[in-house]
């Protein structure tokens, strides 16, 4: 079993904000005494005395927008960066092949330079573009051809959310021995768990240490192998970033979520529901078949009856609101499968 630490806290220190603004501030200066220097040394129109200072409002305006440039930059994911600087370099390149075409311009410099400059604009921004938009597409067809090195000997990779895991059935299924694989617990989602059983919420609180406690349950499973992973996609939100690596382990996420389920098959990522497997495995009853029920309440409908199956499967009983405390034997009518699970109506037997 691989795991990595737990909880790794982030610290920021006073001093690298600093020594950031320091470094811009040496980079602004650096580009306007540049811009002036250049500026006022460019044949042709030297001795003219305001040539230089706006060389130095170039410079410094050029410098802001590098600056921003960064900003933004810092904000993409990696993946995407690559992506985008890969796209302009290929379309840099195919611009300069389809520079020799226009050869015979090569006495009108003017002229070459210009159209070379209008095909580098072009394919170098469809280059970007591309590049970044689609290297997500491009990273799961490279884990699809070749899995991750650390994981690259486990055949199914399942990745359990924060809803799964409170649930705590996926426990009892990997003892059973069903799930073939290894079990990939993301340290955000482990995070969430740790902030939930801090939580000031007494049900909140007692929903997370059931989390950790289900985690430690299957560590302890023998025959299951357990990865906690210490990936973490810039994404904010939770449910975002199981999608995400899903995608680049080419994983299958585990879930007890309907809204994360239909996300994760809009994206492309299997995605395995255990209230669905719940319902496919309740008992199947055919009409006319007799099941003995206590009747529990009182129903909806005047003179119904309402019992529950073992699995907790509802059955409603016609006129049995007399026997409302009693074990009883009943006839299956009819079965009506909702999003929820499934109803059993029923007449009492010889009634």
């Not at 690559?82 to 379309?91: A, D, F």
């Not at 611009?95 to 050869?103: G, I, S, T, Y």
């Not at 899995?147 to 996926?170: A, C, E, M, Q, W």
């Not at 059931?210 to 025959?223: A, C, N, T």
Request: net charge positive; charged share 20%; aromatic share 6%.
């Amino acid at each position: 079993m691989k795991r990595a630490g737990f909880f790794p806290r982030k610290v920021v220190k006073g001093g690298d904000k600093v020594n950031q603004f320091f470094l811009k501030a040496i980079f602004i200066l650096i580009c306007l005494i540049g811009g002036y220097f250049i500026s006022d040394h460019i044949e042709g129109i030297r001795g003219i005395t305001w040539i230089p200072f706006l060389g130095a409002v170039l410079g410094l305006i050029l410098s802001l927008i590098i600056l921003e440039v960064e900003k933004q930059i810092k904000r993409v994911p990696l993946r995407s960066s690559l992506g985008g600087v890969t796209g302009l370099v290929l379309g840099l390149v195919v611009a300069r092949l389809l520079m020799f075409p226009f050869d015979y311009f090569r006495n009108d410099a003017y002229l070459h330079y210009l159209i070379l400059l209008f095909l580098s604009g072009i394919l170098g921004y469809l280059g970007l573009s591309l590049g970044s938009s689609k290297s997500e597409e491009i990273g799961r067809i490279a884990n699809s051809a070749r899995p991750p090195s650390s994981l690259s000997k486990t055949l199914f990779r399942y990745l359990l959310d924060t809803s799964v895991i409170i649930d705590g059935r996926i426990a009892d299924i990997c003892e059973t021995g069903f799930v073939e694989g290894t079990l990939i617990i993301p340290q955000f989602v482990l995070q969430e768990l740790h902030h939930i059983a801090d939580s000031n919420d007494p049900l909140k609180k007692i929903r997370g240490r059931r989390g950790l406690d289900v985690i430690e349950k299957i560590q302890k499973q023998k025959d299951q192998e357990v990865i906690i992973l210490d990936q973490n996609p810039p994404k904010d939100n939770v449910d975002a970033k199981l999608v995400d690596l899903a995608l680049e382990l080419n994983g299958t996420i585990i879930t007890n979520d309907f809204n994360l389920n239909k996300v994760a098959e809009l994206r492309g990522v299997k995605c395995l529901n255990l209230n669905k497997l719940a319902n496919a495995l309740k008992p199947a009853v055919l009409s006319g078949e007799v099941l003995t029920v206590q009747i529990i309440r009182e129903g909806k409908t005047p003179g119904q009856g309402v019992a529950y199956m073992d699995d907790g499967t509802m059955v409603v009983v016609e006129n049995a609101r007399k026997h409302i405390g009693r074990t009883i034997e009943v006839v299956v009518t009819s079965v009506l499968q909702t999003g929820t699970g499934r109803m059993i109506f029923t007449d009492i037997k010889n009634g």
